[in-house]
Nanobody, 124 residues
């Protein structure tokens, strides 16, 4: 079992950058694939990015490809997502999720463990 805590959200102007973090505790984090998802007001939660247990493989939603970068430091039990060139449409609550898996995952139903989320607001 693993517990996840997101941090790093906030308010930023369009074109700016933020780095959100997902800190894990309670299990061997290096065995877990991790994903970031987001939910905007009035919309369903959607996939943003994912990283494999080793950090070698990554996947991104088309809407963030080239702007967001996911990475992980297994020694610190933390996954990061650097978000650059932010747009107002990136405004959402960002959640990290983890699942014990050797393969990368993009489907939210395949993740068992979720954090509480961190708010990212991008002003125009």
């Amino acid at each position: 079992q693993v517990q996840l805590v997101e941090s790093g959200g906030g308010l930023v102007q369009a074109g700016g950058s933020l780095r959100v973090s997902c800190a894990a505790s309670g299990s061997t984090f290096s065995r877990y694939a991790v994903g970031w998802f987001r939910q905007a007001p009035g919309k369903e939660r959607e996939f943003v990015a994912a990283v494999s247990w080793s950090g070698i493989s990554t996947l991104y939603a088309d809407t963030v490809k080239g702007r967001f970068t996911i990475s992980r430091d297994n020694g610190k039990n933390t996954v990061y997502m650097q978000m650059n060139s932010l747009k107002p449409e990136d405004t959402a609550v960002y959640y990290c999720a983890a699942e014990q898996s050797w393969t990368i995952r993009t489907i939210q139903d395949s993740y068992k463990y979720w954090g509480q989320g961190t708010q990212v607001t991008v002003s125009s």
